[in-house]
């Protein structure tokens, strides 16, 4: 029996370690793309490349967020009752109703383009949001193939999907960015085209995955109880709908962004300022949270499981450590970023004027909290898709979005605070939706993460490293370049970090033993002491 509960165990780690380990790669070339393309066009095409993106975003998120979700909860389900031949026809049923939502998602892009870009202020966006208008449906095709091998807990697919969108996107999008250069506009144009095609290549490459993972199976031995079709899609629009709404979060919050910077801002480059806040800003705050995003992928087919065999006490154990795990992955991100925000800036774009750097290094600091708000939020939205309460996350979604708007609304208006009313009211949205999540996690779900080890201990941790770092990056920054600095820094304060996890006992030996990436690690440091 501890043998089965360990497997099933390191089968969720895996899946969480292979997702994290895909989802670092892809921003890590996203990021590599952004800097020579930010450098390239600087920040007004970045406000124009950023334009499409919260709408796009938002489409996406209404086409595709729900259902992936739902249909890796239905197949994990399917298989832990034994049902293979019922979980292949889920994924058939969802695919047909993802086909459809990303067809209409296509033709109002594209037909409402120039109506689009005239609201959100900049006409010059118009092509861009034709041009990435075929995507929604490539995105919405993809996304039934990543909840079908979620659910099977094979999350290799989906890893290298997203690695292999991000080589597409930045092979076409930097060429073609190049080669119009110092038109603007089209060279953003080109940049939009090279995510169209990347999503199309990530498309052809799991039909082929899927195709060859086919003829390795065992021939499927039909149940006795019949598939009904009617009511698996009522269960995947049942279970997708709010999961839809509670992962509007991010593209509602861009959204307002791009509608209310321009708006409100009474400076002759708005445009320059979102780009700055959408670009280098939004890509070092968006990088950090890649490393839980697999937490949270995971946790839902993993906790199901447990719930569809009755093992509450497993999904609760399963769910405090996804908690725990969060904190303290998302904690020294959020530390460091605030920390080192000016060198990392400086590092990744230094294409940019100095000012704009600047600009973008302040915004890091005031945002940078936020990384930790948003981890949490995934997690805990997980958790509670997992296990069943679908609606809870979507109440806590419009709290923080309305107060992000009224924020976002005062404090954009006011000349002194100007474009940082930005970074300030998404934080303060990110805690919102955070706090209701995991209250209601503790109130309602009844899973209780001791707070001596879920908050305390990680965050004497990263204090610790906090001012190892303040102490010692002005001396670093006297005698080495910058670009050596940051990595010096960076590496330093993991070590730091480490090495007060282990003096303060954050895991216990069997919980270092499960950590991804750095379990043996950990545990063989745990021994030692």
Same mark, same amino acid.
């Given at each position: 029996?501890?043998?089965?509960?360990?497997?099933?165990?390191?089968?969720?780690?895996?899946?969480?370690?292979?997702?994290?380990?895909?989802?670092?790669?892809?921003?890590?070339?996203?990021?590599?793309?952004?800097?020579?393309?930010?450098?390239?066009?600087?920040?007004?095409?970045?406000?124009?490349?950023?334009?499409?993106?919260?709408?796009?975003?938002?489409?996406?998120?209404?086409?595709?967020?729900?259902?992936?979700?739902?249909?890796?909860?239905?197949?994990?389900?399917?298989?832990?009752?034994?049902?293979?031949?019922? +979980?292949?026809?889920?994924?058939?049923?969802?695919?047909?109703?993802?086909?459809?939502?990303?067809?209409?998602?296509?033709?109002?892009?594209?037909?409402?383009?120039?109506?689009?870009?005239?609201?959100?202020?900049?006409?010059?966006?118009?092509?861009?949001?034709?041009?990435?208008?075929?995507?929604?449906?490539?995105?919405?095709?993809?996304?039934?193939?990543?909840?079908?091998?979620?659910?099977?807990?094979? !999350?290799?697919?989906?890893?290298?999907?997203?690695?292999?969108?991000?080589?597409?996107?930045?092979?076409?999008?930097?060429?073609?960015?190049?080669?119009? !250069?110092?038109?603007?506009?089209?060279?953003?144009?080109?940049?939009?085209?090279?995510?169209?095609?990347?999503?199309?290549?990530?498309?052809?490459?799991?039909?082929?995955?899927?195709?060859?993972?086919?003829?390795?199976?065992?021939?499927?031995?039909?149940?006795?109880?019949?598939?009904?079709?009617?009511?698996?899609?009522?269960?995947?629009?049942?279970?997708? #709908?709010?999961?839809?709404?509670?992962?509007?979060?991010?593209?509602?919050?861009?959204?307002?962004?791009?509608?209310?910077?321009?708006?409100?801002?009474?400076?002759?480059?708005?445009?320059?300022?979102?780009?700055?806040?959408?670009?280098?800003?939004?890509?070092? #705050?968006?990088?950090?949270?890649?490393?839980?995003?697999?937490?949270?992928?995971?946790?839902?087919?993993?906790?199901?499981?447990?719930?569809?065999?009755?093992?509450?006490?497993?999904?609760?154990?399963?769910?405090?450590?996804?908690?725990?795990?969060?904190?303290?992955?998302? #904690?020294?991100?959020?530390?460091?970023?605030?920390?080192?925000?000016?060198?990392?800036?400086?590092?990744?774009?230094?294409?940019?004027?100095?000012?704009?750097?600047?600009?973008?290094?302040?915004? =890091?600091?005031?945002?940078?909290?936020?990384?930790?708000?948003?981890?949490?939020?995934?997690?805990?939205?997980?958790?509670?898709?997992?296990?069943?309460?679908?609606?809870?996350?979507?109440?806590?979604?419009?709290?923080?979005?309305?107060?992000?708007?009224?924020?976002?609304?005062?404090?954009?208006?006011?000349?002194?605070?100007?474009?940082?009313?930005?970074?300030?009211?998404?934080?303060?949205?990110?805690?919102?939706?955070?706090?209701?999540?995991?209250?209601?996690?503790?109130?309602?779900?009844?899973?209780?993460?001791?707070?001596?080890?879920?908050?305390?201990?990680?965050?004497?941790?990263?204090?610790? !490293?906090?001012?190892?770092?303040?102490?010692?990056?002005?001396?670093?920054?006297?005698?080495?370049?910058?670009?050596?600095?940051?990595?010096?820094?960076?590496?330093?304060?993991?070590?730091?970090?480490?090495? !007060?996890?282990?003096?303060?006992? =954050?895991?216990?030996?069997?919980?270092? +033993?499960?950590?991804?990436?750095?379990?043996?690690?950990?545990?063989? #440091?745990?021994?030692?002491?």
């Amino acid at each position: 029996m501890q043998k089965t509960i360990n497997k099933k165990q390191n089968g969720f780690l895996k899946g969480v370690f292979v997702l994290s380990v895909g989802g670092i790669v892809a921003k890590l070339i996203g990021a590599f793309y952004r800097i020579p393309l930010t450098n390239l066009v600087g920040s007004y095409g970045m406000g124009l490349y950023q334009f499409v993106f919260p709408l796009f975003s938002l489409l996406l998120t209404i086409s595709t967020a729900g259902i992936p979700v739902a249909v890796s909860k239905l197949v994990a389900e399917k298989i832990a009752i034994g049902r293979r031949d019922h +979980s292949d026809k889920v994924f058939k049923t969802a695919l047909g109703l993802l086909a459809l939502f990303g067809l209409v998602g296509s033709v109002v892009l594209f037909a409402f383009a120039d109506g689009i870009s005239a609201l959100q202020g900049n006409v010059d966006a118009s092509g861009a949001y034709k041009i990435i208008s075929p995507a929604v449906f490539f995105v919405c095709i993809i996304s039934a193939y990543r909840g079908y091998f979620q659910g099977l807990m094979q !999350m290799e697919p989906t890893a290298l999907s997203q690695v292999v969108e991000q080589v597409v996107k930045m092979a076409i999008g930097l060429s073609g960015a190049i080669a119009f !250069m110092p038109d603007v506009v089209k060279s953003i144009n080109f940049a939009i085209l090279g995510v169209t095609a990347s999503e199309l290549v990530a498309l052809l490459l799991l039909v082929v995955i899927k195709k060859f993972a086919n003829k390795k199976q065992p021939v499927l031995t039909k149940t006795k109880d019949a598939f009904n079709t009617k009511s698996t899609i009522k269960q995947l629009l049942v279970l997708c #709908l709010p999961i839809t709404m509670s992962g509007l979060i991010i593209p509602l919050t861009q959204l307002v962004d791009s509608v209310l910077v321009l708006n409100l801002l009474k400076v002759p480059n708005a445009t320059g300022l979102y780009g700055v806040w959408a670009g280098p800003v939004h890509s070092l #705050l968006n990088m950090p949270v890649v490393l839980t995003l697999g937490i949270s992928t995971a946790i839902v087919p993993a906790i199901s499981k447990h719930y569809a065999k009755g093992d509450d006490v497993g999904a609760k154990q399963k769910a405090n450590f996804a908690i725990k795990l969060t904190m303290v992955v998302g #904690l020294p991100c959020s530390l460091g970023l605030i920390v080192l925000a000016q060198p990392v800036t400086q590092l990744l774009y230094g294409g940019l004027p100095f000012d704009e750097i600047l600009l973008a290094s302040d915004m =890091v600091r005031v945002a940078g909290v936020s990384v930790l708000f948003l981890s949490l939020v995934q997690t805990g939205t997980a958790i509670l898709q997992a296990g069943g309460r679908l609606y809870a996350p979507v109440v806590f979604l419009f709290a923080s979005t309305v107060v992000k708007t009224l924020l976002s609304v005062v404090l954009l208006s006011n000349k002194d605070i100007n474009v940082f009313g930005a970074p300030v009211s998404s934080v303060i949205c990110y805690f919102v939706a955070c706090l209701g999540d995991l209250l209601y996690i503790v109130r309602v779900q009844k899973i209780k993460p001791r707070f001596n080890e879920v908050v305390a201990k990680p965050l004497a941790c990263g204090l610790v !490293m906090t001012v190892f770092l303040l102490a010692t990056r002005s001396l670093f920054a006297k005698f080495l370049p910058n670009s050596v600095c940051v990595l010096v820094l960076v590496c330093l304060g993991v070590v730091v970090y480490l090495a !007060m996890i282990v003096l303060l006992g =954050v895991f216990d030996k069997k919980e270092a +033993s499960k950590v991804p990436v750095v379990g043996r690690f950990l545990q063989k #440091l745990y021994q030692e002491k």
